[in-house]
């Protein structure tokens, strides 16, 4: 609340600066433009568009409702998997050199660019409860330590973990939790340096999922060279995988949902 709350008064001000500027003079525009960039640039048409968007639709639960709605019930006999997560999980088969996602499976793939724990916490019961799974796979953490919904602390994200794995528990469905992918910065976030905090949350990760019974997938060190960066040639950008790190992830990924299946949660 206190996020829209803020995004609503960034639209607010910035708004109220053009109607503004149109009774000033030309060269008083222009002064004031420069001292007061932010708002101007909040108040671009394109990103007054996508604030509006996410004011409306935080979570963005409009991207999978539909095609939720049209999903049939699961077959008892081939055990349904969504995959929640990130853009790391949104262009796993859906752009161009990354491979195809798990094809000839009942897997569901419900990531979303951008978003962090706390959005897709939000749609849990929409994308993943809903669909009945036998089994959630959760890779998350990367679009919260960049800081892209507001600077979060570990505990916040770990919370959102805890809300998530005890929403499944209740539904029946069981949880594999995947590691935070490795990166050595962020293009879109410079100033954050991501390292310490991925090995950081990576160990929490890695405990909690022992202390409750849930399988941990281990994608970190497939993928990771000793300084934290991801290996040369498995990734676009040095944090969304390619093809190639795509054909690594998916047998991990295939044995922890293995080990789920036939595990007591």
Request: with cysteine.
């Amino acid at each position: 609340m206190i996020r829209r709350a803020l995004l609503l008064a960034t639209l607010i001000t910035s708004c109220s600066f053009c109607a503004m500027a149109s009774q000033l003079s030309i060269t008083a525009v222009a002064k004031a433009a420069d001292q007061l960039k932010p708002a101007h640039t909040a108040c671009n048409p394109v990103q007054f568009k996508k604030m509006k968007k996410q004011l409306a639709d935080w979570a963005d639960f409009a991207r999978y409702r539909k095609a939720d709605a049209r999903l049939p019930p699961p077959n008892p006999k081939r055990p349904r998997v969504v995959f929640m997560g990130d853009s790391i999980t949104d262009i796993w088969g859906r752009v161009p050199g990354t491979g195809k996602f798990f094809p000839g499976k009942p897997y569901i793939n419900r990531g979303i660019s951008g978003q962090t724990t706390e959005q897709m916490l939000l749609r849990f019961q929409q994308d993943v409860i809903d669909l009945h799974p036998a089994v959630v796979v959760i890779l998350a953490g990367t679009n919260d330590i960049a800081g892209n919904t507001g600077q979060e602390t570990n505990r916040m994200i770990e919370n959102d973990f805890r809300s998530m794995t005890e929403l499944a528990q209740v539904n029946k469905i069981k949880v594999v939790i995947a590691s935070i992918t490795p990166a050595a910065d962020f293009w879109w976030r410079p100033s954050v340096d991501p390292i310490a905090r991925i090995r950081v949350m990576d160990a929490w990760l890695r405990s909690f999922s022992k202390r409750h019974g849930f399988v941990y997938l281990d994608y970190y060190n497939a993928m990771a060279e000793p300084d934290g960066a991801m290996k040369p040639g498995l990734s676009f950008d040095g944090v969304h995988p390619n093809a190639k790190g795509f054909s690594i992830m998916a047998p991990l990924a295939e044995r922890a949902i293995a080990k789920a299946l036939h595990n007591k949660q």
